[in-house]
């Protein structure tokens, strides 16, 4: 597959259109990729392609014909999750060492959440550019909440996070928007592992998910069916199943793949 440039990019949005419109789940993906400029996109030709592709963040999201591509086209999407229709399944195969197939669960704010004082000298506020360094200091471990806004100072500035911090400007827990959809915001968490079972995420989501509200969208939570924390925090804060869907795990290129591809270059 070829990267496009941003001029092709209002072309492709209908790629992307969920079904129903707006609604929640992982087409949230490209509509915030379109919306914030922070991923890529990939088609099997520029002009009128028979197959496309967006990434932001490690997620990948595959629309068209199978048929427009070859397992070495898709070599660049290694090592990310994947979510495309079935008939992509035999392609997906063929491309890459391995392909685990991921069960989710995509749920929405319907009900009124848990509310809990946050402990003394801790104040639940907006991520502002001066909290970057801050967000840097998580270290690696949160890397990857920050990842789908271009990194620290993307989400910082963004004004779509929350986070808990003590009086000398740390973070102990933070909430944000992870990807921006038309109609609906994907909410992602992160607590410091020595501030956890203080409810302190919790906090971060009200306040995050009444600041979607203002800003009339709807609240969506994405996780998997075996992470049983992350269904309790939603459940806590209103959150209420929808729907289910398959995500695929996807590891790197097949070397005979890697490997003919070099030897066509050289």
Do not use: K
């Not at 629309?63 to 290694?78: E, I, K, N, V």
């Not at 995420?201 to 600041?211: F, K, S």
């Amino acid at each position: 597959m070829q990267e496009l440039s941003l001029r092709h990019l209002p072309a492709l949005a209908h790629w992307f259109t969920p079904e129903p419109v707006s609604a929640p789940g992982p087409a949230a993906v490209g509509e915030h990729v379109l919306t914030t400029g922070v991923g890529r996109w990939w088609a099997d030709q520029a002009e009128q392609p028979g197959a496309v592709a967006v990434s932001c963040a490690d997620h990948v999201l595959l629309r068209g014909d199978p048929r427009a591509l070859t397992p070495a086209d898709l070599s660049p999407l290694g090592d990310s999750h994947i979510h495309a229709p079935a008939r992509f399944l035999p392609l997906l195969g063929a491309a890459f060492e391995q392909l685990v197939p991921c069960e989710r669960m995509v749920w929405t704010r319907q009900e009124p959440a848990q509310r809990h004082p946050v402990p003394r000298g801790v104040t639940v506020r907006h991520l502002e550019p001066a909290d970057t360094e801050a967000l840097v200091d998580l270290g690696s471990d949160a890397s990857w909440i920050t990842a789908s806004w271009g990194g620290p100072l993307g989400l910082a500035a963004s004004g779509h996070g929350w986070a808990a911090t003590r009086r000398d400007g740390s973070i102990l827990a933070l909430a944000c928007t992870y990807f921006r959809g038309a109609g609906h915001e994907d909410v992602a968490v992160f607590t410091a592992p020595e501030h956890r079972r203080h409810r302190l995420a919790l906090a971060c989501v009200n306040a995050l998910t009444e600041d979607i509200a203002r800003r009339g969208h709807v609240a969506s939570w994405d996780c998997s069916t075996l992470n049983r924390p992350s269904r309790l925090l939603a459940w806590h804060a209103g959150f209420r199943l929808v729907r289910e869907y398959v995500r695929y795990a996807a590891g790197g290129p097949r070397a005979a793949l890697t490997s003919r591809d070099h030897s066509l270059a050289t």
